[in-house]
């Protein structure tokens, strides 16, 4: 029997947010079930998207909750749309589930800020550049090493998006990202005059944090912090890890990521010095 196919992102948070409403609205799973003569299995399938929620079946609950029409409105947009599957998809089985979600969730995003501090994020990376990483990260196969670069550059397609709004990029590289050689020289060079040319499109925003900035916040290690009006949730964290990765979204959390992003950029470069760096970094390779 085949494998079920794993829910989609906005089928999960639909279904935590349907969840979030009942228990606010102070109803057990029973309860909800109860006036709608459901089952209450069936309350629990649609919270925890084992079961696609109809729009008539999502309007009896949201009319039981007493959620405001905003509300509402938001919520069955989620649900037409918890369906669909982006190009990604089409390498879920040759990706750790981790990676595939953030995909998903940077597909829904309308800005990204990145702090790395050792290789730069894969937004900015050149082919080259980003097969010369996935290379040193694990021991694969060099056709799924292929796939993983594919889905890199598939990935940067948001930043010069034509059709839509392009994704708001906000990258703090830490110097020690610009110095390190990935690659060679040629590799390196070509990837600080791409970044040079990336930083003048009005949706990126770069900033260096140089050595000279000392200590600071985020030595632990890179995150990355989305922002995702359409599920009207607070900004989620993503910490990526050596076997996968953590996602932050409870509200302290994520506030503790935002004033640690702000303090970084307080550190940093400004774009201009930022690009001049660059320049003469690469320049010097």
């Known amino acids: 029997m085949p494998e079920r196919a794993a829910p989609s992102v906005r089928a999960v948070r639909l279904g935590r947010e349907l969840r979030r409403l009942r228990e606010v609205a102070g109803l057990t799973g029973d309860a909800a079930a109860e006036p709608l ?41 989620m649900a037409r749309t918890a369906r669909e599957r982006g190009w ?7 990706l750790p589930r981790e990676y595939t979600t953030y995909i998903e969730l940077e597909a829904e995003a309308s800005s990204v800020s990145y702090y790395s501090a050792v290789v730069l994020p894969g937004l ?9 990483v996935v290379k040193s990260l694990i021991l694969l196969p060099p056709a799924e090493v292929e ?10 397609n948001r930043l010069r998006e034509t059709s839509g709004v ?26 600080l005059k791409q970044l ?29 912090i989305l922002t995702i009006p359409h599920y009207g949730y607070t900004d989620i964290v993503y910490v990526e890890l050596m ?18 992003t702000n303090d970084l950029r ?19 390779l």
């Open 243 to 260: 076997d996968g990765g953590v996602f932050i979204e409870d509200e302290k959390g994520v506030y503790r990521y935002t004033l640690v």
């Open 37 to 77: 003569r459901w089952s209450s299995a069936k309350v629990s399938r649609i919270e925890n998207a084992q079961t696609p929620v109809t729009i008539p079946d999502l309007r009896k609950l949201l009319k039981l909750y007493g959620t405001t029409p905003a509300q509402a409105q938001r919520l069955e947009w």
């Open 124 to 132: 900015l990376q050149t082919e080259s550049y980003a097969r010369a």
């Open 266 to 284: 307080a550190k940093s470069l400004d774009k201009h010095e930022s690009i001049a760096l660059i320049g003469e970094i690469a320049a010097g």
């Open 196 to 224: 040079v040319n990336l930083a003048e499109l009005p949706n990126i925003e770069i900033q260096i944090l140089p050595y000279l900035a000392g200590a600071h916040p985020a030595t632990a290690g890179p995150f990355r």
């Open 88 to 94: 990604w998809i089409s390498y879920a089985d040759d």
């Open 147 to 156: 796939r993983r670069v594919r889905v890199a550059q598939t990935r940067q």
């Open 166 to 191: 392009p994704l708001d990029l906000f990258a703090i590289l830490d110097e020690s990202v610009l110095r390190r050689q990935v690659g060679s020289p040629e590799v390196m060079r070509d990837q």
